[in-house]
């Protein structure tokens, strides 16, 4: 799926929860709508020596995952041991996996505990958790307000370098840096 087609499909999804591409984005909301769970990591009943490790030894390690149930249905287990922000896409992340109908070799780990990915996928859910976090519109009308990455950031709940890589990947900034230029020369 092409990137226009990404952000097509981003509005449409906030639409379903009732979000305008200027509203904060929680992917909490868009999992239920999908009827899909997320569990906190600190929830798994799990060996102490293991969610330590995942949590304060090697908190790095792992972010997030989707987990299929014998009965059909699918988890997002998450690191609630990360930052909100980091929990948010995260989240985001995993989520846009389901909305994509990726396949679950896509996202499950295999024996020796490293990710198998398609990198296909991990691009298409990449910035299909951007656009559903700051849809390209709102980082434009942001960026034409000269509202700052750290504000942008608070805004949409959402980490400064999550923010900062939207307004720069989605032309936003440049768009209205070039908009000043003209506005000063006319
Ligand atoms: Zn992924």
Known sequence: MNKSALKRLALELRREVDLTPYDRFDPLVLAELYGVEVIRLSEIECSPAALRHFQLA???????????????????IENDSHEP??????ASHEVAHVALEHPFAATLTDTK????????????AAELSGELLLPTDAAKRLAFNKVSDADVARRFGISIQFARWRMNATGARKIAARAAVKRRAT
């Open 58 to 76: 090697r908190p790095e390690r792992f972010s997030g995952a989707l987990v299929p149930q014998s009965d059909g249905s699918t988890v997002i």
């Open 85 to 90: 922000e980091r929990r948010v896409s995260t």
């Open 113 to 124: 505990g490293c990710r198998v990915s398609i990198a296909e996928h991990e691009a298409e």
